[in-house]
């Protein structure tokens, strides 16, 4: 079994609000369990319960749920500072949040399928990609030439 990923606030916020990031329905319901939906809705209610009151923390989350485009990821962050806040000052809300964003995680579904690459034409270039966003970390590089030198 592997270990549990400790994920941020901001992550934890991200989940929160996945519907309203990525606009609900179509493809993204097809990345999670229905059961993962729902810990999705509950986590977002107990952020809402106890952020609520804290008008600025409010405004971001309202802002949010309304997609407000280019500054989702700002009104995100900002509301990953609040949430980070509130759960330095509870470990107990922190620690349900933490446990809720794990059985989310699990109910997410994997994409199995195969990819298939298919090289023609003049320079006998063939892209292949499957780039999954995730918060646990990675890279992930898509070019037509690349060069890494990396050192650990």
């Not at 292949?128 to 890494?148: D, L, R, S």
Request: charged content about 25%; overall charge negative; cysteine-free.
């Amino acid at each position: 079994m592997t270990e549990p990923v400790t994920l941020t606030a901001t992550a934890i916020a991200t989940l929160a609000f996945t519907k309203f990031i990525e606009g609900g329905a179509g493809k993204l319901a097809q990345k999670f369990t229905e059961s993962a939906w729902q810990k999705i809705d509950q986590l977002r209610e107990k952020i809402w319960n106890k952020l609520r009151g804290k008008k600025n923390a409010e405004a971001a989350m309202t802002a949010i749920e309304k997609g407000s485009g280019e500054n989702i990821n700002q009104e995100l962050n900002r509301l990953g500072v609040y949430l980070q806040d509130v759960m330095n000052d509870d470990p107990e809300f922190k620690a349900e949040l933490e446990a809720i964003a794990q059985e989310i995680n699990a109910g997410k579904l994997q994409d199995n399928s195969q990819m298939v690459m298919n090289i023609d034409g003049q320079n006998n270039t063939g892209y292949q990609t499957k780039n999954e966003v995730t918060n646990q970390g990675g890279e992930n590089y898509t070019a037509a030439q690349i060069t890494i030198n990396k050192t650990t």
